[in-house]
């Protein structure tokens, strides 16, 4: 690639990049950091550095530059300011107004600008700009300035762990004598090379390889060393396994055979069947979730917003992207919040959620660590109930499992599976479809802080679980149940109305025999643009607030 006035410039063989830069402003640097993150699109080998809005005239030389606007009227995340003031994304201010004293930085990116025509023209840096601000969930895409510049990159092999790792057993090979021609030379110029440590595995995502160095270095003449290969990877980077990722599957046959990778119906366990792992054990797949079964299988953690997450990779799933709501819900929830969202407080008398699709804890840590006296989870997937008691134990929460077995047990009676002293557990986990919900709470209310928040973590919909949490929700104090959908990136405002007159249809059917004094006014507080899901679409959380007009 050759860029604008550049050409006589240029060294043979002298180690140039070409990716795509934006240019923030630095109220926004963090929040853009961690949604870059998120993507897997953050270039870890160059620093954020200081940039200047518009480029002097020795950077035009070497850069093709997009300049950010001197002042933007509105939010760069495409939202009300006036409303919303709380979340990732929009700690500072949403409503940036940019002036002269404004410092903008520089964000290095992945993303490689397409170099077809050995030019690279400002159409092309747009467009590549549009692209990764899309992807991450910007709406305003002209409040972001960007840059594709000649700067010369450190030498991956200097700072990057996996790349040292495989230059390391491909030269060792040598030494063993494998034929040199044999050694994909490439391969280290063409992988990708981010990838993502949950101790102890290392994980790779599924564009880890091009598709030729691929088939080279996993299915070439390297293969019978392939185990020397990974165990000086796993060496390097202080780690026993590793995995390829992949998608998980929107699809599974049905909620008992789910894990055996049929795309015939919703994959309600939310499986992720197309794990490959690489190196190490990580046992059988297919196991039903049992005590023994756990004790033998291989879990690996995290830790989010000083959070310990567990899970058993080939049972479960974990989405790191996902942090941006972990993190809206502990400030929305929190009693120090300065969010000015009053509402969703938690009342100095006690409050209880309810996470409908509770997984490994994903939301429902959250709501504990807020401080919400008592969660009630409901989960399908065995193994994944085990990561969620492995994980509260990690942080110091106490559980209690109950069963679904068709008997009317008290879950805060001694006749439960009790893990903790009984009635005294943060979460009190039901291994049954959330169809019970309702009938579960409506006994339990007499015992438990009232209800006043309810998760619909599910995706691509959660519609089917709204009825339910309507109907879970307080009877007289109500609450707000966070929805989260698939939404096309410009059809939010129509999903939103839609879901809210939904919302408004539940509420009537389940308060119809209500007087006047408890009749509920139905909104929605806030949209939250939490990650993009395909091109196009957008994982969004519709903040919706039921409460009786007295207590409004």
């Given amino acids: 690639m050759i860029l604008k006035n550049e050409q006589e410039s240029m060294v043979p063989n002298t180690p140039m990049a070409f990716n795509l830069s934006l240019i923030v402003p630095d109220k926004e640097v963090k929040n853009i950091k961690i949604a870059l993150e998120a993507h897997n699109l953050l270039d870890r080998r160059v620093k954020i550095s200081p940039a200047a809005p518009k480029a002097s005239s020795e950077q035009r030389t070497n850069f093709v ?49 397409d170099d077809t025509d050995s030019v690279i023209s400002h159409a092309e840096v747009t467009k590549a700009r549009d692209t990764v601000l899309e992807r ?40 063993k004598g494998v034929a040199e021609s044999a050694i994909p030379s490439f391969t280290l110029d063409k992988c990708r090379w981010t990838y993502t440590v949950y101790p102890p595995m290392l994980l790779l995502p599924s564009t880890f390889f091009s598709k030729e160095s691929s088939h080279q270095l996993l299915a070439g003449p390297l293969e019978p060393n392939l185990p020397e290969i990974w165990h000086i990877i796993c060496r390097k980077l202080n780690v026993t396994h590793i995995a390829i990722s992949k998608p998980i599957p929107a699809k599974a046959p049905n909620a008992s055979a789910a894990l055996e990778g049929d795309a015939s119906e919703p994959n309600i366990l939310r499986s992720p069947t197309d794990l490959t792992p690489v190196y190490g054990e990580f046992g059988e797949a297919n196991l039903p979730p049992t005590e023994e079964n756990f004790q033998r299988a291989f879990w690996v953690s995290t830790v989010q917003n000083h959070i310990v997450q567990v899970w058993s990779p080939l049972y479960t799933m974990f989405s790191r992207g996902n942090i941006g709501e ?49 969660v009630l989870c409901w989960e399908l997937n065995g193994w994944s ?106 059809d939010v405002d129509r999903r939103k109305s839609e879901v809210v007159a939904i919302f408004r249809d539940l509420v009537c059917q389940c308060h119809k025999a209500d007087s006047e004094a408890y009749r509920f006014h139905v909104e929605c507080q806030h949209v939250e643009r939490v990650k993009t899901y395909a091109p196009g679409v957008t994982h969004v959380v519709f903040d919706i607030a039921i409460l009786p007009d007295r207590l409004r």
């Fill in 136 to 175: 991450i969930g910007i709406v305003d895409q002209s409040c972001i300035g960007a840059s594709v510049g000649s700067c010369r990159r450190p030498d991956v092999n200097e700072q990057n762990p996996l790349v040292l790792a495989i230059r390391e057993s491909l030269d060792l090979l040598k030494l």
């Fill in 326 to 374: 972990k993190t809206r819900l502990l400030k929305l929830l929190s009693p120090a919040s300065a969010s000015g969202a009053k509402p969703l407080l938690r009342e100095s008398s006690g409050s209880s959620a309810v996470d409908l699709y509770a997984g490994i804890g994903y939301f429902a840590f959250s709501y504990v660590k807020a401080g919400l006296d008592k």
């Fill in 385 to 490: 109930i085990e990561g969620l008691k492995r994980g509260a134990k990690k942080n110091g929460w106490t559980t209690k499992v109950v069963l679904e077995d068709g008997q009317e047990r008290d879950p805060l009676s001694n006749n439960g599976q009790d893990d903790a002293e009984s009635g005294n557990e943060h979460l009190l986990i039901f291994n049954e479809s959330n169809c019970n919900a309702a009938k579960r709470v409506e006994r339990l209310r007499s015992r438990i802080p009232p209800v006043r928040h309810v998760n619909c973590g599910y995706l691509p919909s959660s519609s089917g679980s709204w009825d339910v949490a309507v109907q879970v929700l307080d009877p007289l104090q109500g609450g707000w149940i966070h929805a989260h959908e698939n939404v096309g990136l410009q």
């Fill in 65 to 113: 530059t997009i300049s950010p606007p001197c002042h933007t009227p509105h939010s760069l995340w495409g939202r009300d300011p006036k409303r919303e003031s709380t979340g990732l994304l929009r700690e500072s201010s949403s409503h940036l107004r940019c002036h002269e004293s404004t410092t903008w930085f520089s964000i290095p990116t992945v993303f490689e600008v």
